[in-house]
T-cell receptor, first 111, second 109 residues
């Protein structure tokens, strides 16, 4: 069965650089969620999209933005990266805002 | 106070043991409930959804108690491969999914 695809899987950036993370949901899933998970922490909700519109916002810094495109894939754009942004970033998709299925994550390291 | 509370553990149990985790949630309007399993540095994987009537999948049984606002996960005949962190997730108002901090399980030979 198709799963959520995230790219890249690993990313290394310098402080103050920008990064773009991509998420391709499971086919026919209309909702995408972004989470940030630091070491030893539970996933922290950043933002979600339902039918290409932002549906909810969590603890997403102003330096980050995201959108969902017409093909339902989503991108998380991160600017002015800080050391504290180093984390695992998960995307999850769900059909009609029901059960979430997670992608493998992007591991971002900011040096 | 977090929306979803879990005992972080770790629960250290021998192979073959039965172990149970509880998770409490604060919002009585919560609509759906899930248990996820997360291995170190991997994505959370759905273990099971939790229904009011309770549900079972092999060695795993989940229960929901709306009156007391908790859900439980019972694992019978623990295997070494069950060692992981178990995340309780509660869905409120469709958009909002609240995660517990996870309960760590170590199954030892």
């Amino acid at each position: 069965a198709a799963g959520v695809i995230q790219s890249p899987r690993h990313l290394i950036k310098e402080k103050r650089e920008t990064a773009t993370l991509k998420c391709y949901p499971i086919p026919r899933h209309d909702t995408v969620y972004w989470y940030q998970q630091g070491p030893g922490q539970d996933p922290q909700f950043l933002i979600s999209f339902y039918e290409k519109m932002q549906s909810d916002k969590g603890s997403i810094p102003d330096r980050f933005s995201a959108q969902q495109f017409s093909d339902y894939h989503s991108e998380l754009n991160m600017s002015s990266l800080e050391l504290g942004d180093s984390a695992l970033y998960f995307c999850a998709s769900s059909p009609q805002r029901d059960t979430q299925y997670f992608g493998p994550g992007t591991r971002l390291t900011v040096l | 106070r977090k929306e979803v509370e879990q005992d972080p553990g770790p629960f250290n149990v021998p192979e073959g043991a039965t172990v149970a985790f509880n998770c409490t949630y604060s919002n009585s309007a919560s609509q759906s409930f899930f248990w996820y399993r997360q291995d170190c540095r991997k994505e959370p994987k759905l273990l099971m959804s939790v229904y009011s009537s309770g549900n079972e999948d092999g060695r795993f049984t989940a229960q929901l108690n709306r009156a007391s606002q908790y859900i439980s996960l019972l694992i019978r005949d623990s295997k070494l491969s069950d060692s992981a962190t178990y995340l309780c997730v509660v869905n409120y108002n469709f958009n909002k999914f609240y995660f517990g901090s996870g309960t760590k399980l170590n199954v030892k030979p």
